[in-house]
Nanobody, 121 residues
Framework: QVQLVESGGGLVQAGGSLRLSCEVS????????WGWYRQAPGKQREMVAVRVSGGASNYEDSVKDRFTIGRDNDKNTVWLKMNSLKPEERGDYYC???????????????WGKGIKVTVSS
C-alpha cells in the first residue's frame, strides 16, 4: 500500500513563508514525476508546480519567482517551498506523485489527502 502524508501547512500572514512536505512510503519505487496542486473553496483544482525527474520545473505564472519545488530521494519526500505568500493563495494543497518500480515500466499516479494553507491579510 502506497501512502502519501503531507505536512507543513497552517496559518501564515501575508508575506510569510511555508514549506510543504509529502512523505511517500509503502513500496519499492522511484519518484518519476511530482507536483503540487491548490484548490480554493468553490474553485477548480489548479497546478501550482510540477516537475519530471531529469527535467525542468514548471510553475504557475504568478508563483515562479517565489516558489520552489523539489525532491529528497533519500527521504522519499517531495516538497514545495513557498515564499511571500499572498491571501489569494490560500486553499487545500495536494501532493501528486508518479511512482515507477525499480525494474522500469509505466508510472502509477497517487494523490495525497490535501493539507490546508491559510494566508491572512
Amino acid at each position: 500500500q502506497v501512502q502519501l502524508v503531507e505536512s507543513g501547512g497552517g496559518l501564515v500572514q501575508a508575506g510569510g513563508s511555508l514549506r510543504l512536505s509529502c512523505e511517500v512510503s509503502g513500496s519499492i519505487f522511484t519518484i518519476n514525476y511530482w507536483g503540487w496542486y491548490r484548490q480554493a473553496p468553490g474553485k477548480q483544482r489548479e497546478m501550482v508546480a510540477v516537475r519530471v525527474s531529469g527535467g525542468a520545473s514548471n510553475y504557475e505564472d504568478s508563483v515562479k519567482d517565489r516558489f520552489t519545488i523539489g525532491r529528497d530521494n533519500d527521504k522519499n519526500t517531495v516538497w514545495l517551498k513557498m515564499n511571500s505568500l499572498k491571501p489569494e493563495e490560500r486553499g487545500d494543497y495536494y501532493c501528486n506523485v508518479g511512482l515507477r518500480g525499480v525494474v522500469g515500466g509505466t508510472s502509477s499516479d497517487y494523490w495525497g489527502k490535501g493539507i490546508k494553507v491559510t494566508v491572512s491579510s
